[in-house]
């Protein structure tokens, strides 16, 4: 049975339990053939023609992506397996995220080899990295899934990006008018409430606000959008009056009595906007018809989102009230703090925005975080990653999840979420001292932060737990205990270099994490630098864990013997022929070239050995949090067990 976790969609936590895909896969794998279109088709109809439209669209001028665009719903699954389609993804979601120099893109190099398989795998993990950071979700066994004889099961990170790159773009940080959907505002700063809307419900108020003139309303992507009237309605309304004679008007598209043919009139006017390769007439008549649970299902809602996102971006038809000028500021006096200094306060709790923010994006939460101050003021991002972290302990059924029009209702559900994610924490050893559910509806980011900090430091007790796979007492690692491994493990190595703590400044002044984790990462055969004599823990089985077989030819004799070949070339090639990346743990902070060429190794090392490093850089102005965060995965990945 296949278990693909796909994201938080509309507040719930999707996990598709797709026996029908694992038992396709299974028979690919038992019996390999060629990834047809045929075979795509068969599994998902049009739903994968149009979501890699979507890409193409999305990734025009993509630089990384330049080289095997346009996109085929039949080479998606190899692009993703070579990693440089990941890495694109990451780069669409925030421009530059990715450095292009440290991905592999040339074709020769991306071949069958031993060599050209290790430097997909570096790609992939590349790529995984950032994007978790951004708002994918993927657990530690996301890598398993990216394999070629079992394709389909990369499908639900392609849908988790689909929906990062349309619809979770639908916030106020990226388009401000929206906010001139509510009324009862005086400065968007202020409308915290407002601010929180959920990316989903920001998109339904819109087109709600559309088709309300027509006397029509929706209050979900299903069965009501089936019939094309609210699409027709919707596109009529927003076209300019220029375009409007080329389109069917919705009195005529609602004559058609066949659903279908409504639809394909529908896709028609949108084409004739400029909005093309969108979805099919299935998609529209067939929403609703399949649970969100299963996998058809939520690729049709996604899609359909997409369709209206792509919609609003063309023709927002939103207007803007001219506000008053602002009366002229007088003599400066003392100014009160911005919200970067206040920002800067919370560092004082352990974590900057920053680092919180790509902590809690990783675990893809339905409204992706931008703002610390209004992204969770609703209680409802805590409360979904609180659910990640420890899975049945939000109790769904009590939390408010209707978006209220009515302020007083709708600050009273804010606060009532946020009382549940303080007593989960409580629960969990987070002081209820620390933040109130008062303090998170006010927007109050140093409560927040302090907060946000300390389930994130629990988070990697939880993560170190799972990875090493023993009984709980092996999790209990305080920062004590980090220190005394770290010191004990650099004697090992034959350095002299020693913390007194982790809070000690030379642990940030130096390139002593680089050093270490590469010492760390060799040892356990996740990098493939260091010299041959350096000792390896033997390997839990067989065959190496960074070589894929994607074989799709027959699986005779000769070829089970060519695999075998390349898997010891492979095993050979990562044995540690190379040199150190870091010879020894010298001083960088002094010169700012020698700390940015520590910093990019270091992070692109770790990014490469699947290692997420919740920072845009190491040096000393880095949260400590950062450093303890990559200590407990390295702890954890030297105690695994199998």
Not at 409 to 424: E, G, H, L, T
């Amino acid at each position: 049975m296949s278990v693909k976790t796909e994201g938080f969609i509309n507040g719930r936590f999707i996990t598709i339990i797709d026996s029908d895909c694992r038992k396709e896969d299974e028979q690919v794998k038992a019996q390999p053939q060629p990834l047809t279109e045929a075979s795509v088709r068969e599994k998902y109809a049009y739903d994968m023609y149009c979501m890699v439209e979507h890409f193409n669209s999305l990734l025009k001028g993509n630089s990384l992506a330049a080289g095997f665009l346009p996109l085929t719903e039949v080479s998606v699954f190899s692009r993703i397996y070579e990693g440089v389609l990941l890495c694109a993804l990451a780069n669409l979601l925030k421009p530059n995220f990715v450095d292009e120099k440290s991905v592999v893109v040339k074709e020769e190099l991306l071949d069958n080899s031993a060599d050209g398989e290790l430097r997909k795998m570096e790609n992939r993990n590349i790529g995984i990295t950032a994007l978790r950071t951004l708002g994918v979700y993927m657990d530690s066994e996301t890598a398993e899934w990216i394999k070629m004889d079992t394709p389909f099961e990369m499908t639900g990170l392609l849908v988790q990006v689909l929906r990062l790159a349309t619809v979770g773009r639908m916030h106020f940080q990226n388009f401000e008018i929206l906010v001139h959907l509510f009324d009862g505002w005086s400065e968007p700063e202020e409308a915290i409430s407002i601010l929180a809307t959920e990316r989903e419900q920001m998109l339904i108020i819109w087109l709600n606000v559309q088709i309300s003139a027509a006397g029509m309303k929706v209050t979900a992507f299903d069965d009501n959008l089936a019939d094309s009237k609210a699409y027709s309605t919707l596109l009529w309304t927003v076209a300019p009056e220029a375009q409007r004679a080329s389109l069917t008007s919705t009195e005529d598209v609602m004559k058609e009595t066949d659903l279908t043919k409504r639809a394909e009139l529908v896709i028609a006017n949108a084409e004739k906007l400029g909005i093309s390769g969108i979805l099919r007439p299935e998609h529209i008549t067939e929403i609703g018809k399949k649970a969100i649970s299963d996998p058809k299902g939520l690729h049709n809602i996604i899609i359909n989102m997409a369709f209206v996102y792509r919609i609003f971006v063309a023709y927002p038809n939103i207007n803007a009230p001219k506000m008053k000028d602002k009366p002229a500021a007088g003599p400066k006096t003392s100014a009160a703090p911005t919200h970067e200094q206040r920002i800067q306060e919370s560092c004082k709790y352990g974590a900057s925005e920053e680092t919180l923010i790509r902590w809690l994006n990783s675990f893809g939460p339905s409204s992706p975080v931008v703002s610390l101050r209004t992204d969770l003021c609703n209680g409802r991002v805590l409360l979904e990653v609180w659910d990640a972290m420890i899975p049945g302990s939000v109790p769904w059924k009590q939390v408010k999840l209707q978006q209220f029009v009515n302020t007083a209702r709708r600050k009273f559900s804010m606060i009532s979420n946020c009382d549940i994610a303080v007593k989960i924490g409580d629960k969990n050893g987070i002081s209820k001292n620390v933040c109130s559910s008062g303090n998170i509806t006010a927007g109050e980011t140093k409560y927040i932060a302090s907060f946000v900090f300390l389930m994130m430091r629990l988070h990697a007790q939880l993560l170190r737990k799972g990875i090493i796979g023993g009984p709980k007492k092996v999790a209990e690692l305080d920062d004590n205990g980090l220190t005394k491994w770290f010191n004990e493990s650099m004697e090992k190595y034959g350095s002299t270099f020693r913390l007194k703590s982790l809070e000690d400044p030379s642990l940030k002044s130096t390139n002593a994490l680089g050093y270490f984790g590469e010492r760390v990462l060799v040892e356990n055969n996740l990098c493939s630098s260091g010299p041959a004599d350096f000792p390896r823990k033997p390997k839990a089985t067989a065959k190496s864990a960074n070589a894929i077989d994607i074989s799709l030819a027959d699986a005779d004799d000769e070829t089970a013997a060519q695999d075998e070949a390349q898997q010891q070339q492979s095993d050979a090639n990562n044995s540690g022929e190379g040199a150190w990346l870091f010879n020894s743990v010298e001083q960088v902070s002094s010169d700012p070239a020698l700390l940015t060429k520590f910093s990019v190794t270091a992070i692109l090392m770790f990014n490469k050995a699947g290692v997420i490093v919740y920072a845009s850089k190491l040096g000393p102005e880095t949260d400590l949090s950062v450093y303890r965060s990559v200590l407990m995965e390295l702890n954890a990945l030297s105690l695994k067990t199998n």
